[in-house]
């Protein structure tokens, strides 16, 4: 069974720092996905990266950059000068696929960040 | 490009009276989801279409939940009766048919008194 755990439950860091949310991953299969998704208040899940199990690249893309380490498990996500509208429940999520179908995300229980003015 | 709609975004009903949620996915999609997302947890899947097949149900409690996709577009999702511990979101996603990546709607908040 696949399973996801972000430690952090809760963080809160000042306007401009830069803030790292931690996610480690259990899964049997050699093919998967991770995802990152940004609950802000509204409600609505925003997706924000997918990472395959093949593709250990990490990657920087604006403010946000991800660091994915197979031998680990972990697929942390990094955000760079913290903005108030960062502000939000952050989830990490793994899919496994089965006979070219995909299959459910498994989600952490989310971080909450607040950015503090 | 339009998102995944879903209606209505908040509900109120007491309990035991019957409550349904309809999502349209995006344009071109055949795999949707419904989700259930309590308090201070991540969501946890419901059930699962590829078109207007349920591939996986397993987690949808059946004995009052149910669920359609008729024509394999719009689904429908429905709890009767509902009861107090059903209070949470409802969530839609879906996904196209060689990416796994999958878009949410904005969920609809279901109180039960």
């Known amino acids: 069974a696949q399973k996801v755990t972000q430690a952090q439950t809760e963080i809160s860091v000042v306007e401009k720092e830069d803030v790292t949310l931690d996610c480690v991953y259990e899964?049997?299969?050699?093919?998967?996905?991770l995802f990152w998704y940004k609950q802000p208040p509204s409600g609505e899940l925003v997706f924000l990266i997918r990472?395959?199990?093949?593709?250990?690249q990490n990657e920087i893309s604006g403010r946000y950059s991800w660091n994915f380490q197979k031998s680990t498990s972990s697929f942390n996500f990094t955000i760079t000068a913290s903005q108030v509208v960062d502000s939000a429940v952050y989830f990490c999520a793994l899919s496994e696929r089965e006979a070219g179908s995909a299959r459910q995300l498994t989600f952490g229980s989310g971080t909450q960040l607040t950015v503090l003015p | 490009e339009a998102g995944v709609v879903q209606s209505p975004r908040y509900k109120i009903i007491e309990k035991k009276q019957p409550v349904a949620f309809w999502c349209n996915p995006i344009?071109?999609?055949?795999?949707l989801y419904w989700y259930l997302q309590n308090l201070g947890q991540g969501p946890e899947l419901l059930i699962r279409?590829?078109?207007?097949?349920?591939?996986?149900d397993s987690q949808l409690p059946k004995d009052r939940f149910s669920a359609e996709r008729l024509k394999g577009v719009d689904s429908t999702l429905k709890i009767q009766p509902a009861e107090l511990g059903d209070s949470a979101v409802y969530l839609c996603?879906?996904?196209?048919?060689?990416?796994?990546?999958?878009?949410f709607g904005p969920g609809t908040r279901l109180t039960v008194l």
């Open positions: 990472r395959n199990s093949f593709d250990e």
């Open positions: 344009s071109g999609h055949n795999t």
């Open positions: 996603a879906s996904s196209g048919r060689m990416v796994d990546t999958q878009y």
């Open positions: 279409y590829e078109n207007e097949e349920a591939v996986d």
């Open positions: 899964t049997r299969d050699t093919t998967y996905y």
